[in-house]
């Protein structure tokens, strides 16, 4: 294993975090849906860098939804209605969630257990239906280039992670059956053979 293996995903993380707010800012939206807010990092950018005006956090884990308070807690107490984080399933239908102008899914979808993964698909597509889905995964390919062997995944928390081919082919499908029109780009520095670290899939809706 490469010794600045933890510096170099540090640093991919902020890079892809900058990338998307940069998307965020070009699409001029006042509202957005974080599927997957973690500890809050991202929402943490998002309201000091960009003018937005309501945004809502989800995270199905409670430890992380806590230290998302904790770190939003100004933002929380000051302008409550800027900014709501609630701990649920990705799967769990949530009217107040459904047709937000954009969601993003930063690094989530490879959290989620295989078999549950059709059931979060349905709930984000079929009833959230935002206009716009921005969505992120490791690009497996990319691993050995941090010193990581062949099935080795980037965190112990992931539950899979995915070639390009395979998470293209997972992306199309999705955008078929749910009326979404899907493009990929890449986040990070490529690797002419490899690809990059990050893999992107933008939705957008058809209607």
């Known amino acids: 294993m490469f010794p600045n293996q933890d510096t170099q995903i540090s640093d991919l993380h902020e890079v ?36 937005i005006e309501q945004v809502i956090g989800v995270e199905q884990s409670s430890l992380s939804i806590l230290q998302a308070r904790e770190k939003l807690a100004v933002y929380l107490q000051q302008t409550p209605s ?6 649920a399933s990705y799967a769990e239908p949530l009217p107040e969630l459904c047709h937000f102008p954009l969601a993003v899914m930063i690094e989530t979808i490879e959290h989620i257990e295989p078999r549950l993964l059709s059931k ?7 009833v959230m239906r935002p206009k716009q889905i921005i969505l992120t995964t490791p690009n497996c390919e990319y691993n050995p280039l941090y ?3 062949p099935g080795q995944f980037r965190d112990p928390d992931h539950q899979f992670e995915w070639t390009r081919q395979k998470f293209q082919q997972w992306a199309r499908g999705v955008a078929a059956r749910h009326d979404y029109q899907v493009r990929f780009a890449g986040i990070g520095e490529a690797d ?3 690809g990059s670290p990050t893999q992107m899939a933008i939705f957008n809706r058809a209607y």
């Not at 800027?82 to 701990?87: A, F, H, V």
């Open 82 to 87: 800027q900014l709501k984080l609630i701990n």
């Open 16 to 51: 892809r975090h900058q990338h998307i707010l940069k998307l965020v800012q070009q699409s001029g939206v006042k509202q957005l849906l974080d599927i997957g807010c973690g500890s809050g990092n991202f929402l943490w950018q998002l309201l000091n860098e960009t003018p």
């Open 192 to 194: 002419p053979q490899l």
């Open 120 to 126: 979060v698909e349905q709930n984000i597509f079929a």
């Open 147 to 149: 010193g990581l062997y």
